[in-house]
């Protein structure tokens, strides 16, 4: 099924944040496309914070997100749309708290949380399912992130 956007993404700053500064927009796999726009936004801006200062943008990114999506899902009438993908961006920040630095966990950090994105294992999937407004939109994602990063602390830690 393919992704339709709204023009609204492209004048209104919150579906334009929502629409993870429009990645979103693609046309097909819009989540991946979010998480991809999410990566050099780590690399960048986060990757090299203390754990304190990271968390804490985590803490604020993931409450302006039940603000952006709740608004955005509901002025287009259609709950989590495809497009909305600020809760990946998120997702993917957290799976990459305090990751160790280098290309190959930043793509194995992209790889695990799209698959507990896509796969939604319990409890994602109920949350999935039961949790509705801007914190249901935000909680599954969050949840994808919360397994993706204890999997690459695992990885890190054990195997790698």
């Not at 966990?105 to 109920?126: A, N, T």
């Not at 999935?128 to 830690?157: E, R, T, Y």
Request: charged share 10%.
């Amino acid at each position: 099924m393919a992704n339709s956007a709204p023009a609204s993404v492209w004048r209104n700053p919150i579906h334009f944040l929502a629409f993870g500064l429009g990645s979103g927009a693609a046309p097909k796999a819009p989540g991946t496309f979010g998480t991809l726009a999410a990566v050099p936004l780590y690399f960048f801006f986060l990757q090299g914070l203390a754990s304190v200062e990271y968390l804490a943008i985590l803490v604020v990114t993931s409450l302006v997100g039940i603000y952006l999506c709740g608004k955005t899902s509901k002025d287009l009438g259609v709950h989590d749309h495809s497009g909305i993908v600020w809760d990946e961006f998120v997702g993917y920040w957290i799976t990459m708290w305090l990751a160790p630095a280098g290309w190959f966990y930043i793509v194995l950090g992209f790889v695990l949380f799209r698959l507990f994105d896509i796969l939604k294992p319990w409890p994602i999937s109920w949350v999935d399912k039961h949790v509705h407004g801007g914190f249901g939109i935000m909680l599954d994602d969050i949840l994808a992130g919360l397994m993706s990063f204890v999997v690459l602390q695992a990885l890190a830690h054990f195997v790698f």
